[in-house]
C-alpha cells in the first residue's frame, strides 16, 4: 500500500528531503531536541497536546516501508534517516508539482524530447511517458514528443530521478513541416 500524498507520513517524508535527510526528535520532550522541520510537527499539536502516538504512528509505518531508518541517540533522542527509496519516494511527489511556464510569450522555438529506453527501465519510461501526456506535450510518435514551452530543467530532473537521462534526447528546433498544426494544438 501506498502513501497518500497529503497524509502525515508523506510530509513527514518531504521534509527529510527538505534538510540534511535526517532529523533528531527527542521522544521524552516533542518541544525539545533539534527538530528540523518545525513547521512540519506542528500537525501533531492538537489543542496544545502533543499527539505522541500519531507520530509514532507514522514514524513506523514509514519505517516499514523501509522509507526512513532509525538511530537511537540516547537521552530519549532518535534520529530519523531517510533511506535512498524514501528519497526517491519524496521525488516523485515532487514529479507530481511539476508545471511548465505558459505564461511568456513563445519564442518560436520548438523542444522535441525522444526516447529509447530498454525494458530493464519501463518504469522510468512509463514515468516518464505519463509526466509528458499530464504537462500536454504533443505526441509524434510514441517515444517523440514536442511542445513549445521551455522545459529542459523539468526533462532533466525527471530523467535524472528515474535514472534514464542517458536514454533520453532533447532538442530545440526552429522549423519542422507541419508546425503550423501544432501551433493550433498549443493555441500559439
Known amino acids: 500500500m501506498g502513501l497518500r500524498r497529503d497524509s502525515n507520513s508523506a510530509k513527514m517524508l518531504q521534509a527529510l528531503t527538505v534538510g540534511a535527510g535526517f532529523m533528531v526528535l527527542s521522544l521524552v520532550s516533542p518541544r525539545g531536541g533539534a527538530i528540523v522541520a518545525q513547521e512540519f510537527f506542528k500537525s501533531y499539536f492538537r489543542r496544545k497536546v502533543f499527539e505522541r502516538n500519531r507520530l509514532l504512528r507514522d514514524v ?15 537521552d530519549g533522542k532518535v534520529k530519523i534517516l531517510i533511506t535512498d527509496k524514501g528519497k526517491k519516494k519524496a521525488l516523485t511527489y515532487k514529479i507530481e ?5 505558459r505564461s511568456r ?5 520548438w523542444r522535441l524530447i525522444i526516447f529509447d529506453i530498454p525494458e530493464s527501465h519501463k518504469d522510468g ?3 516518464l511517458r505519463e509526466k509528458l501526456n499530464s504537462l500536454r506535450f504533443y505526441t509524434l510518435q510514441k517515444s517523440v514528443y514536442i ?5 529542459e530543467d523539468e526533462i532533466n530532473f525527471i530523467t535524472t530521478v528515474f535514472d534514464v537521462q542517458k536514454y533520453v534526447l532533447m532538442m530545440t528546433v526552429s522549423y519542422f513541416e507541419g508546425g503550423e498544426k501544432l501551433r493550433k494544438y498549443f493555441s500559439i
Open 60 to 74: 513506523k509505518n514509514l519505517q516499514s516501508k523501509e522509507l526512513i531508518r532509525l538511530e537511537e541517540l540516547g
Open 97 to 101: 508539482d511539476i508545471k511548465l511556464d
Open 105 to 109: 510569450k513563445w519564442d518560436r522555438k
Open 125 to 127: 519510461r512509463n514515468a
Open 147 to 151: 511542445t513549445p514551452f521551455p522545459c
